[in-house]
């Protein structure tokens, strides 16, 4: 049977926009099997529960969702990374944190649990006191005569999140790195359970602090999903305004930070100035830089202050004004594009396969943009085109963002030319009350699509995942990098920009 | 030829003179003048290593705003340095997780006394939103002492210069302040 036709036979249970398939364990190993050989559907999520596995797949033709669940059985399911292999990092971040193990996993070495907590896995019904730390030490073998390792981190050089990044070498050139993560988990997941949605946003909105308003949105979304509320007109308007100010005051940045890699600082001022310019117009709109906590599930925090709009809007003629010359300079410099152009390559296919959506999908010839598919509100009824190029380079990257940037100021010129009519916040909690429901939500955020589900019972949360894009975006560095310079390196990460946080939960 | 050279100087002696005595006085108003110029110098100056050991990456967001054109920290004689070795203080963002208690102990042991700890955000001062996860130790106080705390989730880039703006000041109480 077809992907879909299994997904079809099995009992559909209640889950909000889409229901989720429950499994049975014969059909989901004939799932993982058909996996392997029917590509048009991605896996974008994989997670569990104290019981259950589920994965969240994709049409990335129109966006739409299919949500699978499989019963846990003597602790065991079918894995599904020898059809996935980005399913490889999901498996092993669940047996870490619910004791579940992929049977057949492509990869079944600890992630999250480095050994160091009291009681593992964190998540499981029962978790019992640490007592072996697991074997951190354990690489991926290397066979060469000359190949020589460079280990770094977890604590780096500059002011960015700690992971460790295991090179290895031949000569300047890289054959194999392997990232290890895990170092910032906070047990995030398990703070969210037996709160109200409304507590427990807080949760969401600190997953990746770059990312705060989009997560903030798609937990919101899951949230009200899971109890069917309709939020005001003006809430959506003003959630993407938040989130279009966050795509541009990060694409800002990572652009800046890309060229100042390839030593070209005079360029990294000017986009850095201007992403200053977004923060301090985005405080003044809505009373907070990075725009933490401003999107609740049922709204807004608060409405845009009076003069917020023309703030805004006097920031984004700035941006354009100076746009021609950093574009100019940024093209016409030979010693630049020398560094960025064929540098960091991700083959399309593979990226196909690994559906990392965001910039570094779109720079590899991906339309995979969750504004557009499946689409929410408000974008739904807007002007919004695809970004896609095909050099899949570190200099494609920084095209994609270019070009972004000038969509979200385009987007935010409609959004705020059209605000609608202040209305109260759907209040959720009314709805809430003692129910049992289950909800999925999501955002594209600067990174790419993210994804939050929630299951509430009793009106708290029971259990969540909260999906950020890096998950499927991380191993992609990995090969991007392979036969590329050590000096390059910079690059190619800063060129993704993946979010150690928002993996490490 | 080269023989006789070395006869004859061995028979002469060293024709370098001992040292005269030294000046007490002069001694002493060098030795003042270069107090008072490394002060002047190096006590207007601070090396800052930033540690991550839990951060949502919020506060290390508006941390690198300080190294950018509009915040400049430079011209106050402070600087991000890639290597705890040469760092005089450590901005500690975010909680601390169990998975990052060694990395961050081994960063603060490698940085050289005497040094200053300074925990930036909430989350660094108590755990803030995270405080009481099992996974977490807690604030950096849990791990490291801390001499100084800047509030705020994240705090703005000024009130973070502002705090090392003034640890500089009380490095060097005689000068006059740089802003
Ligand atoms: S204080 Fe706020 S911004 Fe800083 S790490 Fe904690 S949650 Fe993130």
Redesign the interface.
Known sequence: MTVRALLQAAPALPCHPVPRRLLSGAAWAEFAAALATDPSLDLRALWADPTHVHALLVDPADGSLHLASVAVESGLYTALSPARPAAAWFERMIRDLWGHTAADGLDLRPW?D?G????SP?LAARPSPNVAAPDLKEFLPVEGADLHRILVG??H??????GHFHFTCDGETVVRLEIRL???????L??LRGKSPRTAA??AA?????S?VAHSIAFARAAEAACQATIPPRATALRAVMAELERLANHL?DIGAIVNDAAFPLLQ?RF??Q??AV?RASDAAFGH??M?DLVIPGGVASDITPDGAGIILSVLEGLEAEWPRLLASHAGSASLQDRTRTTGHLDPQLAARFAPGGVIGRASGRNQDCRLHPGYPPYDGMTLGAITRQDGDVEARIQVRMAEVMASIALLRQLLATLPELAPNAVLAERLQGVTAEGIGWAEGFRGDIWHWLRIEGGLIAHAFLCDPSWRQWPLLEAAVIGNIVADFPLCNKSFNC???GVDL | MAWTTLWRALRRGHATEPAAPLDEDLTQALAARLHRASIAKLGRSLTIRQVDPGSCNGCELEIAMLGSVVYDLERFGLRFAASPRYADVLLVTGPVTRNMEDALLRTWRATPDPKFVIAVGDCAIDGGVFKGSPALLGGVDAALPVDAIIRGCPPSPTAILDVLCALIEAHAPDRPAAR
């Open positions: 999250l480095h160091a907590w009291t009681a964190p977890p604590v050089a500059g002011i960015i999140e700690p895990g170092y910032l988990h906070k047990g995030t398990g703070l807080r949760f600190r997953l990746s602090g770059d705060t940045g001022s850095v100035w992403r200053e923060l830089r990075l933490m979010s150690y946080s």
